[in-house]
């Protein structure tokens, strides 16, 4: 878990801002939520042979004995909002959020056990159009931030559940027949969730599978068409992608659309973003059937690639406007109200004013990288005057009103 300092948070303040002006953009509404919830909210959602459920979650009881999860991820709670106020049934909606996350992972770069992510959930909407515009909503992230060319759209369709099941019964047969070639993980996996070893990492699973049936060959007609839908909306935006036949996601709720935006700038931590369609979870958590479709991104994973990438602009704008000191003891009362006046007369402008000792105190005051400062001490008619740098340039005794008028 990290702490963001004042240095870094100026970077997260800039992705953060690009975010909202592109959900913005595309008429999407801020949701808010818990960061704590019940267990078996995460439970029945993700699935509880997922990595999350199983070895990830921060659970606690609190005094009443009730079962709480810090959330590993939004989607969870964002449904069960929504089936609390009534905002799904019958209904489309369209929302994003961004907050902090949390999984007991094993810690490296870019994977940390308090995470933020950002992202966007639509429900009500079945067509492969609103999961045209979850894609296009992060293309458009990606090129506001100048990143597009450094990712890579891979695409994928689960299908129904029940061709999906086809599918697993076909994939445990054959892998089943070669069950001591796998590794131990995916031996594992064989039982509880075999979807999952099409992700496995080794090398020998992953040659294994290229003899394993194909999800593809699976889809039903209803899934297959939608998924035609969907890459022919992204061939006319000009939005290239891979087809990863392989690609299942780790949690369970996922049908159709999935996807994962990679990068190789990242080393192994290499998705920035993934999503998907999850129409049954809505009913599965006690609400109407409804459509579902979203995706979340890595806030850490996105500020390191905008790093390595060297695409954050300076911060100049972060910059003090003015430094403002006493020159000597007693007038700091007065020094106060001075500032009050400029920051109410001068909106936007980052005025911090010198409050410790005063030996030093042009220096002090220049180290702080401030683009103007300014001395103030008593002249000797009693007025309040101030000495103004503007780097070496010097104005000497200029009276308070002439201090605002020169900032
Ligand atoms: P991974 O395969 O990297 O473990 P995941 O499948 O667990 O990712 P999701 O649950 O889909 O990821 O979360 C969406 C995004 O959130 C990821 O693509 C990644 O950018 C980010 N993310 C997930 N877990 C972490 C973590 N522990 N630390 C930092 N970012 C994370
Ligand atoms: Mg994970």
Redesign the pocket.
């Known amino acids: 878990m990290n702490d963001i300092l004042p240095e870094q948070s100026s970077a997260w303040q800039y992705l953060e801002a690009k975010f909202q002006a592109v959900v913005a953009s595309y008429g999407y509404g801020e949701i808010r939520t818990p960061i704590v919830e019940s267990s078996e909210l995460f439970n029945r959602s993700i699935g509880e042979v997922t990595?999350?459920v199983e070895k990830e979650m921060y659970c606690f009881e609190d005094r009443n004995g009730e079962r709480l999860a810090l959330r590993?991820?939004g989607t969870a709670s964002i449904v069960r909002a929504g089936i609390e106020h009534g905002l799904l049934f019958n209904q489309t909606q369209r929302f994003w959020y961004r907050g902090p996350?949390f999984?007991y992972?094993k810690p490296q770069k870019?994977?940390?056990?308090q995470?933020?992510?950002i992202?966007v959930e639509a429900f009500g909407m079945a067509g492969a159009d609103i999961d045209a515009e979850v894609i296009l909503l992060c293309a458009s992230f990606w090129r506001s931030l100048g990143i597009l060319d450094s990712l890579t759209l891979e695409l994928n369709s689960l299908g129904s559940n029940s061709a999906r099941e086809q599918y697993q019964s076909a994939l445990v047969q054959y892998l089943s027949e070669r069950k001591e070639q796998l590794d131990e993980d995916s031996q594992k996996r064989l039982l509880s969730n075999p979807l999952r070893i099409l992700d496995s990492k080794e090398q020998s699973t992953q040659a294994l599978l290229d003899g394993a049936p194909n999800l593809t060959d699976y889809l039903d007609e209803e899934a297959a068409e939608h998924f035609a839908s969907l890459r022919s909306i992204l061939d006319a935006a000009g939005i290239s992608y891979k087809i990863n036949p392989r690609l299942v996601?780790?949690?369970d709720y996922y049908n159709k659309t999935v996807f994962?935006w990679t990068t190789d700038k990242l080393g192994a931590?290499?998705?920035?973003?993934?999503?998907g369609r999850y129409d049954g979870m809505v009913k599965q958590l006690g609400g109407k059937a409804t459509a579902a479709v979203g995706?979340?991104?890595?806030?850490?994973?996105?500020l390191l690639m905008l790093e390595t990438l060297n695409v954050v602009p300076d911060q100049v704008s972060q910059n003090l406007d003015l430094y403002l000191a006493a020159e000597d003891k007693g007038l700091q009362g007065e020094l106060m109200l001075i500032a009050e006046q400029l920051r109410s007369a001068l909106p936007g402008l980052r005025i911090r004013v010198h409050c410790s000792g005063l030996k030093n105190v042009l220096n002090k005051a220049r180290q702080t990288g401030a683009e103007k400062v300014a001395l103030v001490k008593r002249a000797a008619d009693g007025e309040l005057v101030a000495t103004l740098w503007h780097g070496e340039e010097v104005i000497r005794d200029i009276s308070i009103a002439q201090l605002s008028s020169s900032l």
């Open positions: 990595d999350i590993p991820e996350m999984r992972e870019g994977r940390y056990r995470f933020q992510q992202g996601r780790g949690l994962e931590q290499g998705t920035v973003c993934a999503g995706m979340a991104m890595g806030t850490e994973r996105l």
